[in-house]
């Protein structure tokens, strides 16, 4: 079953999402105010640049991205078991 997760862009930011079959969801330089859907099979690795610069939903549950540093990349998967 396909996950579903939704980005928000508040600032320009550097995204990567990948699925658990390897297929490469979303990948580059988004810019502010933009927002886009993907889906994949979980679990969903992503790679987020500016963890302050994106709104990020996972099913329709918002995923806290204050828990990083905001000067860091964040790595994080969602959908694990």
């Known amino acids: 079953l396909n996950a579903e997760l939704d980005f928000t862009f508040i600032d320009d930011c550097w995204v990567q999402v990948i699925d658990s079959n390897e297929e490469v969801l979303a990948v580059g330089l988004k810019t502010a105010g933009r927002r886009f859907t993907v889906s994949g099979v979980p679990p969903i690795t992503v790679v987020v640049g500016k963890p302050r610069a994106i709104s990020l939903q996972y099913n329709n549950q918002a995923v806290d991205l204050t828990i990083y540093?905001?000067?860091?990349?964040?790595?994080?998967?969602?959908?694990e078991e």
């Open 69 to 79: 540093p905001a000067s860091q990349t964040a790595r994080f998967i969602l959908g």
